[in-house]
T-cell receptor, first 113, second 114 residues
Framework: GEDVEQSLFLSVREGDSSVINCTYTDSSSTYLYWYKQEPGAGLQLLTYIFSNMDMKQDQRLTVLLNKKDKHLSLRIADTQTGDSAIYFCAETPVSGGYNKLIFGAGTRLAVHP | ETGVTQSPTHLIKTRGQQVTLRCSSQSGHNTVSWYQQALGQGPQFIFQYYREEENGRGNFPPRFSGLQFPNYSSELNVNALELDDSALYLC?????????????FGEGSRLTVL
């Protein structure tokens, strides 16, 4: 089946690194995404990775993909209070086309001084 | 700013009524998809439109329907509203069907059903 799981909550100190983890079920997923959602807002695309890659870096963000274990992680370096939000992992199962994303329930990141 | 705009931003309806939500895709994007996000949950895929035709649907009943217009803007219609339809409805657009990667969302329309 299609399922994405994430831990629900993460608390970090400002300036530390945050690592948000996600597992997915469809080994055929072609793209895997990370979105950020602030209170009352829509989804902001942070980054995505194609399934033939195992790492992607974009400024403070590093995505690691372990296809064997179907595990995706997002590392945020030098976490700031503005990074406090809900982070969603999503996969694109091959059955649905590229615009059908399966989302996890989201990880709430709290950054404290 | 993604260039995907949705209206209205908030609305309140009563059970049994009908609602229409609207979405303007980012310029040049010809594929639009709709998602429902209930409180405290991740978004769930409703359906997708490409070149004015529905070409993918999630696990939603037929009272959820949509349209895509020649300018690629889109509507989501929900008939016979139920309390559980209360949610944030998100529209997403992408460059073209068959190319993954950049899928941009609007700010959403928050629907409350009383």
């Amino acid at each position: 089946g299609e399922d994405v799981e994430q831990s629900l909550f993460l608390s970090v100190r400002e300036g530390d690194s945050s690592v948000i983890n996600c597992t997915y079920t469809d080994s055929s997923s072609t793209y895997l995404y990370w979105y950020k959602q602030e209170p009352g807002a829509g989804l902001q695309l942070l980054t995505y990775i194609f399934s033939n890659m195992d790492m992607k870096q974009d400024q403070r963000l590093t995505v690691l993909l372990n296809k064997k274990d179907k595990h995706l992680s997002l590392r945020i370096a030098d976490t700031q209070t503005g990074d406090s939000a809900i982070y969603f992992c999503a996969e694109t199962p091959v059955s649905g086309g590229y615009n059908k994303l399966i989302f996890g329930a989201g990880t709430r990141l709290a950054v404290h001084p | 700013e993604t260039g995907v705009t949705q209206s209205p931003t908030h609305l309140i309806k009563t059970r049994g009524q009908q609602v229409t939500l609207r979405c303007s895709s980012q310029s040049g994007h010809n594929t639009v998809s709709w998602y429902q996000q209930a409180l405290g949950q991740g978004p769930q895929f409703i359906f997708q439109y490409y070149r004015e035709e529905e070409n993918g649907r999630g696990n939603f009943p037929p009272r959820f329907s949509g349209l895509q217009f020649p300018n690629y803007s889109s509507e989501l219609n929900v008939n016979a509203l139920e309390l559980d339809d209360s949610a944030l409805y998100l529209c997403a657009s992408s460059l073209e069907e068959g190319r993954g990667g950049e899928l941009f969302f609007g700010e959403g329309s928050r629907l409350t059903v009383l």
